[in-house]
């Protein structure tokens, strides 16, 4: 079966390449929606060949479909469809320095895709504004073509918030260790978008949730409630 999709894949890229046929007209030749085509690349760059079966569901209240998908098929929510107004930065330099609490940023993970299997994007963490970003190094930031040397943010982008964490502990247990089972996959970016979201929904709902208003009471829970087989790892 990986074989044949493999074969698949090779045989759409040459089709885009050589501008045979149209997008629809290839999706509708290999049976796939237009935005899987959308996402083979016409290079037949081998990195493209890798890429792992897309993430086709994420942790949001309303998902929305991307207007080329086949919910049938092989959805693909893209960051774009999730939240198409959230606000980009033309690079990560340009991010980190519109505020200066977002010195110091740590690395989370370098090799999540939306929907173009040749662009990967690093997601990081900025403990004092509490923000998660994702960068890309797809364009230069013209700002910063005449700097030489610099040893924070990347000049390159665009650099887009994905939402906010409380800790990094919390991006450390509930973000990290899920990272590797999207990484090198479609619409990843979207799946950590609503995770985040997830997050934040969960530590509201504990906010509101006055039967147990102490941490005593959740450490009570996680301990003697839980069975050993349930308790977090």
């Known amino acids: 079966m990986e074989r044949a999709r493999q074969q698949r894949d090779e045989a759409i890229a040459l089709a885009r390449a050589t501008k045979a046929a149209t997008l629809r007209e290839i999706g509708e030749a290999a049976g796939i929606s237009v935005s899987r085509v959308k996402q083979i690349d016409s290079r037949l760059d081998p990195r493209s060949t890798l890429l792992k079966a897309p993430v086709t569901e994420v942790d949001l209240l309303r998902p929305l479909a991307s207007a080329d998908g086949d919910p049938g098929d092989e959805r693909v929510l893209l960051l774009e469809d999730v939240d198409p107004y959230l606000h980009k930065w033309p690079s990560e330099r340009a991010f980190i320095d519109a505020d200066e609490r977002r010195h110091p940023f740590m690395d989370l993970f370098w090799d999540i895709y939306d929907g173009d299997a040749q662009e990967h994007w690093r997601l990081r963490y900025c403990s004092g504004t509490k923000e998660l970003y994702a960068w890309t190094d797809r364009n230069p930031d013209p700002t910063y073509a005449n700097e030489k040397g610099y040893g924070g943010g990347a000049t390159s982008g665009p650099c887009i918030v994905l939402g906010h964490v409380l800790s990094w502990t919390m991006l450390e247990r509930c973000l990290d260790r899920s990272l590797r089972h999207v990484a ?50």
Request: glycine residues 6%; aromatic residues 8%.
């Open 184 to 233: 090198q996959r479609p619409g990843g970016l979207a799946w950590v978008y609503g995770r985040v979201q997830l997050l934040n929904r969960m530590l509201d709902a504990l906010s509101r949730d006055y039967t147990t208003p102490t941490p005593e009471a959740i450490l009570t829970y996680l301990s003697d409630t839980l069975p050993e087989s349930e308790k977090p790892r």
